[in-house]
């Protein structure tokens, strides 16, 4: 009996060896995947400043009288919202929190909204909550490019422009540092100023009139990309961590299992002395 209970635990030290493997090997890469797509958001934050400032400038220098549905939304219509969530698992409750968002300030407050969603990981969850989606956009990269942002910025644009929707949203994982991210909300469309105070005075050449919709599509993939790529560093930072704490929780139960195979093959060792003695003394 004691023997088959040592095989068994062979079995299992095996097993979560080679898991812990797995584990060990995902936290590396998701740190240094992590440690990329921090490079690369540092680099976009300034870049999203200069357009969030190049936007509220030509916005200071538009009359009134032009202001158009860039600016005033419908609160009748239906709300867009972009959920952003990962391609992949094994992060954590990175996808969790989000839909949980989406679930507690969205669903359970009575609202329809329209939805597309980022990442394959929300999809089922989504469709769970009862909702269909308007579109889906899977297998990003791990930096997001403008190539992937064009598409999602045109659809929401598309449907927004069209009249049927009268608010953009999008729900995300915003990255604060490898510790703390949080699910935030934000609204894309219509365009609000963030920045009322321009203190120089600028000349805007053509016509502001005449490029205001440009600048207001660019500021609205700017935005769109900068979350995408906080979301990206939240995503990795959930996965090392998840991973961590896989490996650590891993080498918790290899010490535990070899503690007990050596208080089982102990136990047999001293059994088989106990009977080689009382052998030898009954040979006497």
């Known amino acids: 009996m004691a023997g088959a209970g040592l095989v068994q635990i062979k079995r299992r030290i095996k097993s979560i060896s080679n898991t812990r493997k797995i584990t060990r090997a995902m936290g590396l890469v998701a740190t240094s995947k992590l440690r990329k797509v ?4 540092k680099t976009n934050e300034e870049y999203y400043k200069s357009v969030i400032e190049t936007k509220d400038l030509v916005l200071s220098k538009l009359p009134e009288e032009t202001l158009n549905i860039f600016f005033q939304g419908d609160e009748d219509k239906d709300i867009l ?27 359970l407050k009575g609202y329809s909204p329209q939805i597309i969603v980022v990442g394959e990981k929300g999809i089922g969850y989504i469709n769970k ?5 308007v579109a889906e956009y899977v297998d990003l990269p791990d930096i997001p490019t403008m190539k992937e942002v064009r598409t999602i910025s045109q659809h ?21 540092n490898s510790v703390k991210q949080i699910v935030t909300e934000e609204t894309l469309l219509p365009i609000t100023m963030e ?11 053509p016509k502001v009139e005449d490029i205001v919709e440009d600048v207001l ?68």
């Open 38 to 41: 921090k490079e690369v958001l």
């Open 81 to 107: 919202y972009i959920i952003v969530t990962s391609d992949a698992g094994l992060s954590g409750g990175f996808n969790v929190s989000v839909i949980n968002y989406f679930r507690d300030n969205i669903a």
């Open 129 to 133: 909550l009862g909702y269909q989606t």
């Open 156 to 176: 929401a644009m598309d449907l927004y422009k069209s009249g049927a929707v009268g608010e953009v949203k999008i729900v995300y994982t915003k990255f604060l």
């Open 195 to 205: 920045n009322e105070e321009i203190e120089e005075d600028y000349i805007v050449e």
């Open 217 to 284: 599509n660019l500021n609205l993939r700017a935005k769109i990309l900068n979350c995408l790529i906080n979301s990206k560093a939240s995503e990795q930072s959930a996965r090392m961590s998840a991973m961590d704490g896989a490996t650590k929780n891993a080498d918790d139960l290899l010490s535990e299992l070899k503690t007990r195979f050596n208080r089982i093959r102990q136990s047999i060792i001293t059994q088989e002395i106990s009977e080689i003695v009382g052998g030898a003394e009954a040979q006497k």
